[in-house]
């Protein structure tokens, strides 16, 4: 055995010991990757994976970080077979997730799939409820590495109870799986979740467009707004999800699908991409694969931003990165143009000199010495990363 199996075999054997609940260590920096729901909703099928998978590759996405494909609701037959098992559809995924999991993993991807802690998921397919130890095993048997476990059609159960019931079941099935948590904040997970899952949602699901809202979906803006003040529930291997990314997709402008990816980075959001990256245009690619900001997300410290300041049409978030930078994300939040002026010595917690580097431009806009004068578009952002400068 050599000497990664003997530690992937020690970390299994230690996750799966009597206090375990999740498999530890695997979601140290935020999820990236992509899911089908926002772009697809149910229509989907092995070919459009297959083909979502071959462009996550070519387009660079998986090179910037993006390993997770995880096919959201609608994969499951419509019922359960002879033997309780849940099964694809026997027409859109013929060749059965086995198969698909495996091509994924050829790719060097990650397997994701999605379910449901009630009886039904919220398209009327087979929930898990009462089948979560034998749905484990399913999981485990086609090679799942992520499982997103939804909330619709749960009754009267406890939401604590049943999300620690699954993720018993996966670790109890010896397959390292990261479990997401999509209970919609419903019961604040964010106060009980972090032995269960790695990452849970903390609100309904999100839509594409900037501040609308739904009976069951809500704009970008409208979701950062709740975010506030639930940064010290998260870091490593426990993260707050706001939602997948809504970047590229038709009712954002390029100005709010830059600004919504520039918040999710500085939030440590999971950064799950929900647009047809078979159809991507240059713009939006250079978006979803811009190192930089990725860095934001990734960074080590594992610190949630803030938002530091809302005024009408002006919001500063700040994010604590590690080796004593820190990232700041200008928002122009109402609907005309942000004509910013900042003086950094009122932010008392930078200590010394810092060189300012643009994130979206690369242009060095210089120290902390000066005044920073920016206009700012409707919607859009300035971010920027300030790094020591050494006496």
């Given at each position: 055995?050599?000497?990664?199996?003997?530690?992937?075999?020690?970390?299994?054997?230690?996750?799966?010991s009597?206090?375990?609940?999740?498999?530890?260590?695997?979601?140290?920096?935020?999820?990236?990757?992509?899911?089908?729901?926002?772009?697809?909703?149910?229509?989907?099928?092995?070919?459009?994976?297959?083909?979502?998978?071959?462009?996550?590759?070519a387009?660079?996405?998986?090179?910037?970080?993006?390993?997770?494909?995880?096919?959201?609701?609608?994969?499951?037959?419509?019922?359960?077979?002879?033997?309780?098992?849940?099964?694809?559809?026997?027409?859109?995924?013929a060749?059965?997730?086995?198969?698909?999991?495996?091509?994924?993993h050829?790719?060097?991807?990650?397997?994701?799939?999605?379910?449901?802690?009630g009886?039904?998921?919220?398209?009327?397919?087979?929930?898990?409820?009462?089948?979560?130890?034998?749905?484990?095993?399913?999981?485990?048997?086609?090679?799942?590495?992520?499982?997103?476990?939804?909330?619709?059609?749960?009754?009267?159960?406890?939401a604590?109870?049943?999300?620690?019931?699954?993720g018993?079941?996966?670790v109890?099935?010896?397959?390292?799986?990261?479990?997401?948590?999509?209970?919609?904040?419903?019961n604040?997970?964010?106060?009980?979740?972090?032995?269960?899952?790695?990452?849970?949602?903390?609100?309904?699901?999100?839509?594409?467009c900037?501040?609308?809202?739904?009976?069951?979906?809500?704009?970008?803006?409208?979701?950062?707004?709740?975010?506030?003040?639930?940064?010290?529930?998260?870091?490593?291997?426990?993260?707050n999800?706001p939602?997948?990314?809504?970047?590229?997709?038709?009712?954002?402008?390029?100005?709010?699908?830059?600004?919504q990816?520039?918040?999710?980075?500085?939030?440590a959001?999971p950064?799950m991409?929900?647009?047809?990256?078979?159809?991507?245009?240059?713009?939006l690619?250079?978006?979803?694969?811009?190192?930089?900001?990725?860095?934001?997300?990734?960074?080590?410290?594992?610190?949630?931003?803030?938002?530091?300041?809302?005024?009408?049409?002006?919001?500063?978030?700040?994010?604590?990165?590690?080796?004593?930078?820190w990232?700041?994300c200008?928002?122009?939040a109402?609907?005309?143009?942000?004509?910013?002026?900042?003086?950094?010595?009122?932010?008392?917690?930078?200590?010394?000199?810092?060189?300012i580097r643009?994130?979206?431009?690369?242009?060095?806009?210089?120290t902390?010495?000066?005044l920073?004068?920016?206009?700012?578009?409707?919607h859009?952002?300035?971010?920027?990363?300030?790094?020591?400068?050494?006496?």
């Amino acid at each position: 055995m050599n000497i990664r199996m003997m530690i992937l075999a020690a970390c299994i054997f230690w996750a799966t010991s009597a206090h375990a609940q999740k498999f530890e260590g695997l979601a140290r920096t935020p999820p990236m990757g992509w899911n089908s729901w926002n772009a697809f909703a149910v229509k989907i099928d092995e070919k459009l994976i297959r083909e979502t998978a071959d462009a996550l590759v070519a387009s660079g996405m998986k090179a910037a970080g993006y390993t997770y494909v995880v096919i959201d609701d609608g994969w499951e037959a419509k019922e359960r077979d002879s033997q309780g098992k849940l099964v694809p559809d026997p027409g859109r995924f013929a060749g059965g997730m086995k198969a698909l999991g495996d091509y994924l993993h050829s790719k060097g991807l990650k397997f994701g799939i999605h379910n449901c802690a009630g009886t039904k998921t919220c398209s009327g397919y087979p929930g898990g409820r009462g089948h979560e130890f034998q749905d484990a095993r399913s999981y485990a048997s086609w090679g799942v590495d992520y499982l997103k476990y939804d909330w619709c059609e749960h009754g009267t159960a406890n939401a604590e109870e049943t999300y620690r019931t699954m993720g018993s079941a996966l670790v109890a099935a010896r397959r390292p799986v990261v479990f997401s948590l999509c209970e919609w904040g419903n019961n604040k997970p964010w106060l009980w979740a972090k032995p269960i899952g790695h990452l849970w949602r903390t609100t309904g699901d999100v839509t594409d467009c900037y501040s609308c809202q739904g009976v069951y979906s809500m704009g970008w803006k409208i979701i950062l707004d709740a975010q506030v003040d639930l940064e010290k529930y998260a870091g490593p291997d426990h993260w707050n999800d706001p939602d997948m990314l809504e970047v590229g997709n038709p009712g954002l402008s390029l100005a709010e699908s830059r600004a919504q990816f520039s918040l999710w980075s500085m939030l440590a959001a999971p950064l799950m991409a929900g647009n047809d990256l078979r159809k991507m245009p240059t713009d939006l690619r250079e978006i979803l694969t811009n190192k930089d900001v990725i860095a934001l997300d990734q960074d080590p410290l594992g610190e949630q931003g803030y938002r530091y300041m809302a005024q009408p049409g002006k919001e500063i978030w700040v994010k604590k990165l590690a080796k004593g930078e820190w990232a700041f994300c200008f928002l122009a939040a109402g609907d005309d143009h942000l004509d910013l002026k900042i003086d950094w010595a009122g932010f008392p917690f930078l200590k010394g000199r810092h060189a300012i580097r643009d994130l979206w431009t690369k242009q060095s806009l210089g120290t902390t010495d000066k005044l920073l004068i920016s206009r700012i578009p409707s919607h859009d952002v300035l971010l920027v990363r300030l790094s020591p400068i050494a006496k």
